[in-house]
Nanobody
Framework: QVQLVESGGGLVQPGGSLRLSCSAS????????MDWYRQGPGNQRLLVAS???????NYPDSVKGRFTISRDSAKNTGYLQMNSLKPEDTAVYYC???????????????WGQGTQVTVSS
């Protein structure tokens, strides 16, 4: 079994920065990709950043240039650096990871429990 734990959320003023972490633990052979999603009140969960093996990243226009996703493969940890935060970035942020638990089996998507980010003055 694999567990993902997010941390780093909190209250920040508009224009401020936060760095979220997503730590994966358990039986991990490899992590194919990691994503960050967010879900505001009454809204659907939306993708905000992806990172794939080889380092390729992807962002929607709403966060491009402000958010940066990265990974430390040795630590099985992903990060989301969020700069120039706006009130509309307020949401619960979730990470997920596509994980292989052995060399021959299929990959499985795991989710963390979420961390609250509130941008307000």
């Amino acid at each position: 079994q694999v567990q993902l734990v997010e941390s780093g959320g909190g209250l920040v003023q508009p224009g401020g920065s936060l760095r979220l972490s997503c730590s994966a633990s358990g039986t991990i052979f490899s992590i194919d990709s990691m994503d960050w999603y967010r879900q505001g009140p009454g809204n659907q969960r939306l993708l905000v950043a992806s990172i794939f093996n080889g380092g390729r990243t992807n962002y929607p226009d709403s966060v491009k240039g402000r958010f940066t996703i990265s990974r430390d493969s040795a630590k099985n940890t992903g990060y989301l650096q969020m700069n120039s935060l706006k009130p509309e970035d307020t949401a619960v942020y979730y990470c997920n990871a596509v994980v292989r638990t052995n060399s021959i089996g299929p990959s499985t998507i795991y989710w963390g429990q979420g961390t609250q980010v509130t941008v307000s003055s």
